[in-house]
């Protein structure tokens, strides 16, 4: 379980300092690409941090941790990072030339896979700036 979810302000801030920001508060079933409800207070933060920010166009980037097969995760992160960009398009009426999905699998770790925590934490979705 993830709780973190940012606002809008912290996105832009976040994406000024580093062009990338890992969005915690994005939930899938395990090994599933459905966005879970529990995502909508974080979508509209992406939503927020959009319609604010006009010319903003951003790369939606899927990770895993390393359970499974890395084909597996391969795939599953990029139908997440799909189902992201679907949502704020078809939801929050974002225009489909400013988001690019893109899927990372295991290969981006944040911290170790070796405990559940690190885990939890390799599982995200970044934005990162065009």
């Known amino acids: 379980k993830q709780d973190v979810v940012a606002d809008a302000n912290s996105l832009l801030n976040s994406i000024k ?8 508060g994005i939930y899938f079933d395990t090994g599933k690409s459905i966005l879970k409800s529990e ?11 959009l319609k ?6 951003l790369y939606v980037v899927g990770h895993t941790d390393n359970t499974g097969t ?27 030339d400013r988001l690019v999905a893109f899927g990372s699998g295991p290969v981006s770790p944040v911290a ?15 934005l990162v700036k065009q």
């Open 17 to 24: 300092e580093s062009g990338k920001v890992a969005l915690y």
């Open 39 to 49: 995502s909508q207070p974080a979508l509209e933060e992406v939503s927020k941090l």
């Open 52 to 57: 604010n920010n006009p010319a903003l166009k």
């Open 70 to 96: 890395f084909d597996s995760n391969i795939k599953l992160s990029m139908d997440r990072a799909m189902a992201v960009v679907s949502e704020l398009k078809s939801k929050y009426a974002i225009t489909p």
């Open 112 to 126: 170790t896979n070796d405990t559940e925590e690190g885990k939890a934490l390799n599982r995200r979705v970044e």
